[in-house]
């Protein structure tokens, strides 16, 4: 008698010694190198770095487009039928609480730090070929449009990608929580069990690593700004350092209360002091332009969407691009196998469909809210001069959100939750990233061995740590936008392993056939006898003689 791989538990297996070890030494180089050979280091990853820009900067964009469309396509089409489990498995997590683990793993710290800065600078600097003047109406709609473009439909249609692959791999074909796992469908189950699915979970970690290092290292350098404006604690490389140690030491107490606890309790804490603070605002601030920001943006991000997505710099400026649209499609793409993984491992028992339109539209929804309550209100008082935060900008955008607090009655005491808010996000996302690559190394087990996501959690604090010394937020970009070459390829392959296997899924029910449903509809319009003309008499065999 054959067992059904979906009512089989996942077992959790020791870890792949090897994987870790060749991980961690590859890690533990770059590290080094950072640290010792700061001036090559720069040297090298600034000139690979252009060379990618230059070369590959189509790529990116292409392929987030893909991953957007393939999303959409899927969630309405007979595949959004087929159970993430067995076909009668009930969700492990209730709405609430996987909304709150998904959204905080997803982009905690990348929303702290620019949900003022990007549309702030973008306000002051726009785009390049928008023709727009810096600090003037078109110029703030342009902004809230890029900033819904940049973090709202696409990198979730990202996430929900890596996410859905590996939680059908995972939890409909019972294979395991590892990115390998995903691609048995083009290379078999004996190569995605050897090197070559070895090779593939590798640079899912090294693409965790270095994307997470990203946020964990705008996190510190936001930190160390508001003690800086709030506590009079000078911004030094020392206290990043320090601030850095300390939240790595919280991972660590989080990391040992496991899934349900710590992950689970950070994250709804998180969503409840992020819901305070964009209540705040929007009460203190100026309400009626949020409010009127929020459809107008909307509006405009949506009409504005496909020559935003085809934007690749071949007409207007490469550069620009490579620091904005491109960057954030690397940090997505070195995110997915966390992420992906993540919201894999929180979401059994849930539809396709459910799991798409959870995963594209809720996140993106509440983005949207709070780039239009933060940013939206820093545009307002700049324009009205309420405070200077143009100037603010400049200075960078970790100082963005601190200056727009500062402005609003009780500034000091939102900045320090503004804070809270940053440091419990570092560590949501390392304990998080940390289960993540601990799993990937384990042989894709639900549950790996807490030292080895503590040591994976040690390295991506110590890779963070090391990028702020070299060269800070440039060299965090570089790393990511570097890591994420590569990785993008894979997304693509992933793709389309994910749809083959959907298309033998009986879960998805008959397939529908567009060309039968196109002949029925011209035979409608002309007429049988135009449409399929009978046969002259004598000639009913065409074949014959």
Known sequence: MTTDPMDQEPA????DLKIVAIGAVVVLLVVGWAAIGKDSFADVSGSALHWVLGNFG???VVAADVFLVLCVVIAFSRFGMVRLGRDDAEPEFGNISWIA??????????????GVGEPLQLYVSPPPGSDLHGSTAEAARAAMEYSFFHWTLTPWAIYGVAGLALAYAGFRKGRGNRLSAAFVPLIGERRAAGWPGSAIDL?????TVFGTATSLGLGTLQVAQGLDLTAGVKDTQTLRLVIIAALSAAFVASAFSGLNRGVKWLSTTNVVL????????LVLGPTVYILDAIPASLGGYLSNLLPMASETGAFTDPDWLGRWTVFYWAWWLSWAPFVGTFIARISRGRTVREFLIGVLLVPSAATMVWFCVMGGSAIRMDSTGEAALGKTVEEGAEAALFGMLDALPLGTASSWVAMVLVMTYFV??????????????????????????VTWGVLMAAVAAVLLVAGGLSSLQAATILVALPFALVMLALCWALVSELREDPGAGPPRHAL????????AM?????????????????GGP
Do not use: Q
């Open 428 to 453: 949501t996302s390392a304990d998080s990233a940390s289960l993540v690559m601990g799993s990937l190394t384990s042989r894709g087990a639900l549950h790996p061995r807490t030292w080895l996501v």
């Open 58 to 60: 189509w790529l990116f």
């Open 526 to 542: 002309v007429g049988d006898k135009v449409a399929e003309p009978k046969p002259t008499p004598g000639r009913e065999n065409p």
């Open 274 to 281: 992020a819901g305070v603070l964009t209540l705040f605002v």
């Open 12 to 15: 959790d297996p020791p870890p």
């Open 516 to 523: 039968h449903g196109l002949r029925d509809a011209v035979r």
């Open 203 to 207: 640079l899912a970690v090294f693409a």
């Open 101 to 114: 683990m998904m959204f905080s793993a997803g982009m905690g710290i990348g929303l702290m730090f620019y």
